[in-house]
């Protein structure tokens, strides 16, 4: 049933209807979850999959709370926390859509971005793991989106402090650089592009800026962890089976830290 602004405003202005209402309609248009079942702190991988594996590992009483697209969401309790995990899909436009919904229909205050990157430098590892200070990006999207000028948008709020504190009580390892958030994985020139250069960005990944641009439009937070998973110069890669051990301390990096909102 589609429900128009006017009769919305009707339905919950009239609480014999505000139960129907809340059971059956407030949910966003991407994400299938009704208002409450998505946590205030919430991780976002790019790979739905690797969502569902965060879900079924590392969370208790979990319950899946949005499918649509194939995009899961979940809900569930770390050491007594609620938090939730979904993925943002790949690229600006994916996660822009996600985050934005995230932080403007369910009221979420955090995303925690955790995902992968490619080094552009071989001072780089493989499994590495970076904290994204800023992010730059050749992209029109928060300039058209927010009217946010600029190359550079910066971590928002007190995620990233607190991911190096964190990191530092697990006595991890975590780098705090800037990054290129790119729109093209293919492409026919190779070396580093010139933006990446300019802001003296270590790795490329493809996301991380909209998610800023949504965050600092919005006053919520957001950070963004990588794990290395390309150096882009030797092209040495994680392979497909490494994947996913790989990620652990990303992971457990990022429910600590959210245990902390
Ligand atoms: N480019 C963009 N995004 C990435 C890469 C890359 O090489 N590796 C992992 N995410």
Known sequence: MVIS???NFGFVQNSLHLKFYLKYH???????AKKGEIAKTVLQPGDPLRAK?????????????????NIFYYTGIYKGKEISVGASGMGI????????????????????????????????KLFDLLNVENSASE??????????????????????GLINETAKALSLDIQPTNIHT???????????????TKYNC??????????????QYLGKNAATILTVSDIIPTREQISADQREKALKPMIELALETALQF
């Open 202 to 215: 270590s790795a490329v990944e493809m996301e991380a800026f909209a998610l800023f641009a949504n965050a």
């Open 93 to 124: 436009p994916s996660i822009g859509i996600y985050s934005f919904e995230l932080f403007t229909e369910y009221e979420v205050d955090t995303i925690i971005r955790i995902g992968t990157c490619g080094a552009y430098t071989s001072d780089l």
């Open 53 to 69: 594996y965060i879900a079924d590992n590392f969370l208790n009483e979990v319950k899946l709370v949005s499918q649509t697209r």
């Open 26 to 32: 407030i949910m966003s248009v991407h994400i299938a």
């Open 5 to 7: 602004e006017a009769e």
């Open 139 to 160: 992209s029109t999207y928060a300039k058209h989106a927010w009217g946010i000028e600029g190359e550079l948008i910066k971590n928002q709020g007190n995620a990233f």
């Open 182 to 196: 790119s729109d093209i994985f293919y492409r026919k020139e190779e070396g580093i592009p010139a933006i990446a």
